[in-house]
């Protein structure tokens, strides 16, 4: 058994790659509570230095909405097979794979990303308050720059929960969120809730407050903490989906991911090609890729969480999954403009006959809480921000600008770091790929082979499906830019969350499908008007004022 040492808060985590046995997962699940009974405090007295530089760990939500948003998605469909059950003594995996009101407490649930995210924000804001109280508090710009991206951070990643995805042409009817610039004594504070564009306006402040005020030296592991370059691909990010009509925020989002990349990013991402050659026994492979060593990683947080369970090697969680559908028609295992997946430098697995797909990328880690019993909390290494992600953010920056060919650059890194492609991605390679000819029956004369892409049906699916945004996509090359940019996002984010995020952003149709011996039933549709789309605020939290998402 491999052991690994963590000195992240000031205490050791004895934590292990191999996977608990199925009695130990049921326990963790029932235990889940008793962690929550027992989170520390927040408010202690800030009166030095060293304490609100300490603080500022609590500062970041230990839970993951990675499995959250991975069922939500287009990445999830049922499976009907003998012996394939939804995780094990939860509801939570099928009420989110089936889009209801979750009820569920566990980790990764909404009510637990709720609580974690406002005491993180507490947390923020009990800092922002102990330094301005500072004689000379021009000494810790650094930690408060840190404190408000954090406050930042977390208000935006409980919007892409909670709120409809940010639009120009609605923002100002839209339901934002609570945006907590005191500290409080409740986790919930009674708020209104306001406006969408309150609720990015208050972000925006924020990041633009506190980005220039991050000290890269104020951390000894500087990837577990907001520095320069992670705060940068987090205001690239987010002003991506901070869409003005203008499209005049698609500046910031380029200038920001350059301060990164560099006008060509080829240097500054993944080496996919050794990261592939890496075993994947003992979780060496996914240690590798969560290394804060490697240049990639920008931001990494460890965080409680069953992922691994629903989304790894496990034979748990097996009726709703990222099936052999979807890798082969949509996703990992279908074609693109790099070819299919045997160029790919990572490769695609199955577990067994379970009709799990899925990639080697994040371990399991054991915080052990009990050596006799052998018992704990299972963790996660959360890539939050990296290049491999900022790059194709970079490109659909450029694409939705109409610079097209740097666009294609971007692609073109992507293309050559992710894949044993060497050649260029061009319009013609995206036509090929993705074009109309296959949908209006203009055919090669090689062979007569159809050339593009038809757009997806649920029982002819395909990675290209009809885009509708609150913003103006025109066809032809720019329409085909974006689905090559969301294709590549699609696999290289996988079970990471960030396709349905796209899904909301681009008003694509998404289906609950039923697959049993090879059949496909359609049993729910999810229109780009659905309010689903926000998914329901937790009901602890409805019960104590703030108002709920309509429905």
């Known amino acids: 058994m491999k052991i690994i040492y963590y000195n992240k808060v000031k205490r050791a985590w004895r934590s292990t790659l191999c996977m608990m046995n199925y009695a130990l997962f049921i326990m963790l699940l029932a235990a889940c509570d008793d962690y929550l009974d027992v989170l520390p405090d927040n408010r202690a007295a800030l009166d030095s230095d060293d304490k609100i530089t300490d603080l500022l760990i609590s500062c970041y939500p230990e839970t993951s909405d990675y499995m959250l948003a991975e069922l939500y998605s287009d990445n999830t469909d049922r499976n009907e ?42 947390a923020c804001n009990s ?31 409980l919007s892409n929960i909670f709120c409809l995805p940010y639009s120009a042409k609605s923002c100002n009817q839209d339901m934002g969120l609570p945006y907590i610039t005191k500290a409080e004594s409740e986790v919930s504070p009674i708020y209104p809730r306001g406006t969408m564009a309150e609720l990015y306006r208050h972000i925006a402040d924020d990041i633009e407050a506190g980005l220039p ?22 205001a690239a990010r987010f002003y991506l989906y901070y869409m003005h009509d203008d499209l005049s925020n698609l500046d910031k989002c380029i200038q920001y991911a350059t301060r990164v990349l560099g006008d060509v990013a080829d240097s500054e991402l993944r080496d996919w090609e050794s990261l592939g050659k890496i075993t994947i026994n003992d979780g060496k492979r996914g240690m590798a890729y969560v290394d804060a060593d490697d240049k990639a990683n920008l931001l990494l947080l460890s965080t409680k969480s069953y992922w691994y369970y629903v989304f790894g090697a496990t034979p748990y969680g097996l009726k709703y999954t990222h099936n052999d559908l979807i890798a082969s028609k949509e996703s990992v295992k279908s074609r693109g403009f790099w070819g299919n997946n045997s160029n790919f430098h990572f490769d695609v697995y199955t577990e067994g006959s379970n009709p799990k797909v899925f990639m080697y990328k994040l371990p ?14 299972p963790r996660m290494m959360m890539p ?12 659909e920056a450029y694409a939705l600008k109409g610079d097209y060919a740097k666009a294609y650059q971007d692609l073109t890194s992507w ?62 090359e720019q329409e085909n830019l974006i689905h090559a940019i969301l294709h590549a996002r699609r696999v290289t984010t996988l079970h ?9 952003r681009y008003g694509i149709e998404i289906y609950r499908r039923n697959i049993k011996d090879g059949n496909v039933t359609i049993y729910d549709t999810m ?13 602890q939290v409805i019960n104590a004022g703030i108002a709920a998402n309509p429905r």
């Not at 399991?364 to 019993?373: P, R, S």
């Open 81 to 122: 097979g003998s012996g394939w059950t939804a995780m094990p003594q939860s509801p939570f995996q099928e009420q989110a794979a089936t889009w209801q009101e979750i009820t569920a407490i566990t980790q990764d649930t909404p009510y637990v990303l709720w609580d974690h995210c406002y005491k993180a924000i507490t």
């Open 127 to 157: 800092i922002i308050a102990a330094i301005n109280k500072m004689d000379n508090p021009e000494r810790l710009k650094g930690q408060l720059g840190e404190a408000l991206l954090c406050r930042a951070f977390c208000h935006f990643k």
């Open 213 to 234: 005020l991050i000290d890269d030296n104020l951390h000894s592991v500087k990837k577990y903490h907001f520095n320069t370059k992670a705060a940068c691909a987090f």
């Open 364 to 377: 399991l880690f054991m915080q052990i809480t009990d050596i006799v019993k052998n018992t704990g909390n």
């Open 384 to 395: 939050i921000f990296t290049t491999d992600f900022l790059v194709l953010d970079r490109a």
């Open 415 to 476: 293309f050559r770091a992710f894949t044993t492609g060497t050649g260029t991605v061009d319009a013609t390679l995206l036509e090929d790929t993705y074009g109309t000819a296959a949908d209006i029956g203009i055919t090669t004369p090689e062979g007569m082979t159809s050339k593009g892409m038809k757009y997806y049906t649920p029982t002819e699916p395909t990675p290209k499906k009809r885009l509708d945004p609150d913003f103006t996509i025109a066809p032809g």
């Open 496 to 504: 990471e969350g960030q396709r349905w995020q796209d899904v909301k």
């Open 527 to 539: 229109p780009k008007t659905d309010p689903r789309r926000a998914i329901q605020l937790p009901s």
